[in-house]
């Protein structure tokens, strides 16, 4: 979708490095969900976000969206082969709970 | 909670056939959704049924594609006349929303593993 673009594309990184990917808006979010796909499978849920400035962590990763709300970013520190898979985020811009979702981030973590 | 159910996995159709999927969401979930995915691509969203009522279809879904939640539990999406453009992967999802009083709570959306359509 062309309202939400995700940044890179994809990314390859050596296991133990820390990365950050990104997601932005053309307009105001009214909530923004980060999932993860394995190739061929369905959506993990990993994390929401509602308020202008909040910040959400769950093991090794963060996920933050600008007080504006038309910016998130996911950050994985330390990342392991285990975080591998296609991230994905997903905006609600009328608060009735519909997503629209990014192209998506492709990660590889080489061992 | 067995999660969100969908069937078959995989389909193979000759063009020009019908096709129907199945998904059983969660069962305390009064939203489901249809998506389509292409390789390369994020989901994007078809229709949305509130209980047993289709709220939003997208333009992208043709008179081609129907979708049937009849008794608000499970949900059926057909399409009629495949074309080799329909090859996808369908994902359901399903949430709960409760939009009585002051406020609203829509849940995270929670996504089947998907049915990979191929038609040749």
């Known amino acids: 979708s062309q309202e939400l673009e995700q940044s890179p594309q994809s990314l390859i990184v050596q296991e133990g490095k820390n990365l950050t990917i990104n997601c932005t808006s053309s307009?105001?979010?009214?909530?923004l969900y980060w999932y993860k796909q394995k190739y061929g499978e369905g959506l993990i849920f990993l994390m929401m976000?509602?308020?202008?400035?909040e910040e959400k962590s769950h093991e090794k990763i963060t996920a933050k969206l600008d007080e504006k709300k038309q910016q998130s970013s996911l950050h994985i520190t330390a990342s392991q082969p285990s975080h591998a898979g296609i991230y994905l985020c997903?905006?609600?811009?009328?608060?009735?709970?519909?997503?629209?979702f990014g192209q998506g981030t492709i990660l590889t973590v080489h061992p | 909670d067995t999660g969100v159910s969908q069937n078959p996995r995989h389909k193979i159709t000759k063009r020009g056939q019908n096709v129907t999927f199945r998904c059983d969401p969660i069962?305390?979930?009064?939203?489901l959704y249809w998506y389509r995915q292409t390789l390369g691509q994020g989901p994007e969203f078809l229709t949305y049924?509130?209980?047993?009522?289709?709220?939003?279809k997208s333009r992208l879904l043709s008179d081609r594609f129907s979708a049937e939640r009849p008794k608000g539990s499970f949900s059926t999406l057909e399409i009629q006349r495949t074309e080799q453009g329909d090859s996808a992967m369908y994902l359901c999802?399903?949430?709960?929303?409760?939009?009585?009083?002051?406020?609203?709570?829509?849940?995270?959306?929670?996504f089947g593993n998907g049915t990979r359509l191929t038609v040749t």
């Open positions: 999802a399903s949430s709960k929303t409760d939009r009585g009083g002051v406020s609203s709570y829509n849940s995270p959306l929670h």
């Open positions: 307009k105001t979010l009214y909530g």
């Open positions: 976000l509602q308020k202008g400035g």
């Open positions: 997903g905006a609600d811009f009328d608060s009735y709970g519909k997503l629209t």
């Open positions: 069962s305390e979930h009064n939203r």
């Open positions: 049924f509130q209980n047993e009522a289709q709220l939003e």
